[in-house]
């Protein structure tokens, strides 16, 4: 089954305390985002990549990391998270230009 | 830049009557156009987009938006709502060899019976 899975669903941690959520999709994509869901704001872009090795900034990346070594996957890494960074994160891939597919999301409370 | 406006962020609609949700959009150039649906405790599905083809879109589940340009909208459309139809939705814009969504607030859709 095409899919985008996201590891772990629910997280709660502490300021300070590293933390990694990871994303994987298996359906070949070279594009992939990270997006922060927030009441009232919609969604908004963390980072992307084009493609392995290659990512950038998109609306919102204070305070998170990413690396793309692997097509397939596509962590998010909050090296000192804060509780303005409580939110849904949502990880997507790209297939046909411009339908992107979402991941189940990540709810993250930081305390 | 581009950006959304979803106006009413709460929407209630009876059973069977017409759902129509409203999306205005600004941008330096002709955008691409996307609704999303998102169910409770689920990402988001793609709905419908417009990349400059057709001005009305079908989408799934019963849905269409039109493509208004001298009104920058691209309101969404259901005749008939269902039970089903109940969960958020929102608008969202890209510029065309730009990847990156611009989403708007979103709107919550319920269902009365």
């Known amino acids: 089954e095409a899919q985008v899975t996201q590891n772990p669903r629910y997280l709660i941690t502490v300021t300070g305390k590293k933390l990694t959520v990871t994303c994987s999709q298996n359906?070949?994509?070279?594009?992939m985002s990270w997006y922060r869901q927030d009441p009232g704001l919609g969604l908004r872009q963390i980072y992307y990549?084009?493609?392995?090795?290659?990512?950038d900034k998109g609306d919102v990346p204070e305070g998170y990391k990413v690396s793309r070594k692997e097509k397939r996957n596509f962590p998010l890494i909050l090296e000192s998270p804060s509780p303005n960074q409580t939110s849904l994160y949502f990880c997507?891939?790209?297939?046909?230009?411009?339908?992107?597919?979402f991941g189940p999301g990540t709810r993250l409370t930081v305390t | 830049a581009q950006s959304v406006t979803q106006l009413g962020s709460h929407v209630s609609v009876s059973e069977g009557a017409l759902v129509l949700l409203r999306c205005n959009y600004s941008?330096?150039?002709?955008?691409?156009l996307f609704w999303y649906v998102q169910y409770p405790n689920q990402g988001l599905q793609l709905l419908l987009k417009?990349?400059?083809?057709?001005?009305l879109v079908k989408g799934i589940n019963g849905f269409e938006a039109e493509f208004k340009k001298s009104e920058t909208s691209f309101h969404l459309t259901k005749p008939s709502a269902h039970m089903s139809d109940a969960a958020e939705y929102f608008c969202?814009?890209?510029?065309?060899?730009?990847?990156?969504?611009?989403f708007g607030a979103g709107t919550t859709v319920t269902v009365r019976a």
């Open positions: 997507a891939s790209m297939g046909q230009p411009y339908e992107q597919y």
């Open positions: 359906m070949n994509h070279e594009y």
């Open positions: 990549s084009m493609n392995v090795e290659v990512t």
């Open positions: 941008s330096s150039v002709p955008p691409y």
């Open positions: 417009y990349t400059s083809a057709a001005t």
């Open positions: 969202a814009v890209s510029e065309p060899n730009d990847y990156k969504l611009s």
